[in-house]
């Protein structure tokens, strides 16, 4: 019996000790989470057995050190949750690993080569159907301009010029200021704002498009338009200007742009200009994609744009402690896990993202060292009474 009873000591320990030192080979693992070998004791009724593992303890609660790699596609899950991946077969697994990169075919992966999961973006702020992340990586169109934004100080300072106004004569006009607007096939125009101080607290505003004015046809489109201050030097609200029309000789649509100048100002000193911006953009070309703080992957183009393509599903499961751990630092769902719940990170339970960081290993070195001596000890005390035993069998049998 006492053979028996040592060896099953013998037998949990090298189950302990496989756990140990599976723990401190993957301590410098990214996303891995330390296990723990739990005995029980064995009994025959009320004749004692032994021992045996009775269960394995992960240690998923506990999160790693944040460790910090500025790659845009690297994140972290700072509290509960895993990150969502599908195999080629449609398995669904869960890592804590934040390693991703866009493939050949456009599609987000994690490390292993597993499609990242997410919800896709959709209108008024609500999440799409979650599947795969696949990115744009052609080149998106060009968007004509239709909106000027325009907020500066118009000088209080400013005399009137002496001379009618043309755009040719610097004299005829106060201050000139450019803006770059885009025709629907992403060439560059030039819209000029010519100002000139006509009255007190009044500013005319003429126009030219390519450096050359303009005229009002069939249809009025107004070269000018005059802003009337208050005698505090701030312009009433008022709609934006009416819409100035040309058409590019290149061959694009007419282009049409309204002008708000809501914010300017007429103060006295020095002319400033502190928004000038308008709304459209050239065609543009897939440059890089990145991952926000939100979960948001935000795919980049050579014309200085950004889109949301969707956001990273997080899982949280009742009892995270019964995943069944893979290969590749994941998990696989189980009866006793229950069922995952999906949402975008920092909602509900979820964690939120850490982003250009990774989570380390949770191993703590030093207690495994420990423990793996203890092993060693309880190791050779099961040895030894294994060792007298059989002492005292031989005495036992050469007595006979």
């Known amino acids: 019996m006492s053979f028996d009873i040592a060896l099953s000591g013998i037998k949990a320990i090298n189950n302990q000790l496989e756990a140990v030192s599976n723990n401190i080979a993957n301590s410098g693992t990214y996303g891995f989470k330390s296990s723990r070998a739990n005995f029980a004791s064995l009994y025959a009724g009320t004749s004692a057995n032994g021992v045996e593992v009775g269960s394995m303890t992960q240690n998923i609660g506990m999160n790693g050190a944040m460790q910090t790699t500025g790659r845009s596609m690297d994140a972290a899950i700072t509290g509960r949750g895993f990150f969502v991946t599908r195999d080629q077969t449609g398995v669904m697994t869960y890592t804590r690993v934040g390693i991703f990169n866009v493939n050949k075919d456009g599609y987000v992966v994690d490390s292993a080569g597993r499609n990242v999961q997410g919800f896709g973006a959709a209108n008024g702020g609500a999440s799409g159907v979650m599947g795969d992340i696949r990115v744009p990586t052609g080149q998106i169109p060009a968007v004509a301009s239709t909106k000027l934004s325009y907020e500066g100080n118009l000088s209080a300072d400013w005399k009137t010029p002496l001379t009618a106004f043309d755009s040719k004569d610097s004299t005829s006009y106060n201050m000139a200021k450019q803006s770059v607007v885009y025709d629907s096939l992403g060439d560059k125009h030039t819209l000029t704002q010519y100002f000139v101080k006509t009255n ?82 050239a065609s543009g070309v897939f440059v890089g994609v990145e991952v926000a703080p939100d979960g948001s992957v935000i795919a980049k183009y050579s014309n200085e744009q950004q889109q949301a393509i969707g956001t990273i599903a997080i899982a949280t499961f009742p009892n995270e402690g019964a995943l069944s751990s893979l290969s590749n630092t994941s998990w696989a769902a189980t009866v006793e896990s229950g069922t995952p719940l999906y949402d975008a990170p920092g909602k509900g339970l979820n964690g939120k993202l850490s982003t250009g960081t990774l989570e380390g290993s949770n191993v703590d070195i030093t207690s495994e060292l420990v423990g793996l001596m203890t092993s060693q000890r309880n190791y050779q005390a099961n040895s030894k009474v294994i060792s007298t035993e059989n002492q005292m069998m031989q005495a036992l049998m050469q007595a006979m």
């Open 200 to 281: 007190t607290n009044e500013v005319t505003v003429y126009y030219a498009f390519d450096g050359a004015a303009i005229k009002a046809g069939s249809t009025p489109a107004p070269d000018q338009q005059t802003l009337t201050f208050n005698n505090v030097g701030q312009l009433p609200p008022v709609p934006p200007s009416p819409a100035l029309s040309f058409t590019p000789a290149n061959g694009a649509a007419a282009l049409t742009v309204s002008i708000d100048y809501s914010g300017t100002t007429q103060f006295a000193g020095e002319a400033t200009t502190t928004t000038n911006n308008t709304d459209g953009y």
